[in-house]
């Protein structure tokens, strides 16, 4: 099987129902009756993946469990994670036949920390040493921190300049595409604004009451 990474129109073509393209993951919410029903899928998961030598992040909490597919050694998304997400929808599948469980993304979000800034490499090291975080192992990547337990949201530094006064902090919200529009209706109906949509459909701006600003991202119209 070919580890190549996959693009974002590859992705969608496979067309994974319940699953959602989050920075270089497949995730998905699997919502159960009690925190046994998510322990058994957990464990049937872990049975699955065992048998391909591919494994996800599993989050189980009382009454859901969420789940991230990802290929680390190509920083992305491959064919073994498609793969495995047909495998444990199926295994969804399998046990709503017995119990009310569902899946779905619509909830499902990914954050990132991101800090404007004329000069990444001035502040970037601070950031990393109080956070405990390392550098991606990608050389390409220069410009943000990761947590390696994936407990912490990655923070990535933004050039921008020096003006006085500026934002310095922004949220970077990862949402499934065909959320957006919602998400973006209930923030202006919260007394929100739109501040730039001339970058979608690959992140929109928008704007609380005071200014501070945050941009919901997705996987369209990037490299």
């Not at 190549?4 to 995730?27: H, K, S, V, Y």
């Not at 793969?83 to 017995?98: K, N, P, Y």
């Not at 410009?143 to 922004?170: I, K």
């Amino acid at each position: 099987m070919t580890t190549q990474r996959l693009t974002g129109p590859q992705i969608a073509e496979a067309r994974l129902d319940g699953w959602t393209n989050l920075i270089g993951g497949l995730q998905t919410r699997i919502h159960t009756p009690d925190f046994a029903t998510g322990l058994a899928l957990v464990n049937a998961i872990g049975a699955a993946a065992e048998e391909v030598g591919h494994h996800p992040d599993l989050d189980l909490r009382f009454a859901h469990l969420d789940v991230r597919l990802s290929s680390h050694d190509v920083g992305g998304i491959t064919e073994r994670d498609v793969d495995l997400a047909r495998t444990i929808s199926g295994l969804v599948a399998d046990a709503a036949a017995g119990a009310e469980i569902t899946m779905e993304c619509a909830t499902v979000s990914r954050l990132e920390l991101a800090l404007d800034t004329p000069a990444h490499d001035r502040v970037l090291p601070f950031w990393r040493a109080v956070l405990a975080m390392e550098d991606p192992a990608s050389p390409d990547v220069d410009d943000e921190v990761r947590d390696p337990y994936g407990a912490l949201p990655t923070v990535w530094f933004q050039r921008s300049g020096s003006d006085e006064p500026r934002q310095h902090w922004h949220l970077d919200v990862w949402v499934e595409p065909s959320e957006v529009r919602t998400r973006i209706d209930a923030a202006v109906a919260a007394g929100g604004t739109l501040v730039s949509d001339a970058e979608a459909p690959s992140f929109w701006v928008l704007s609380d009451p005071e200014g501070n600003k945050v941009c919901f991202c997705t996987w369209q119209d990037r490299g």
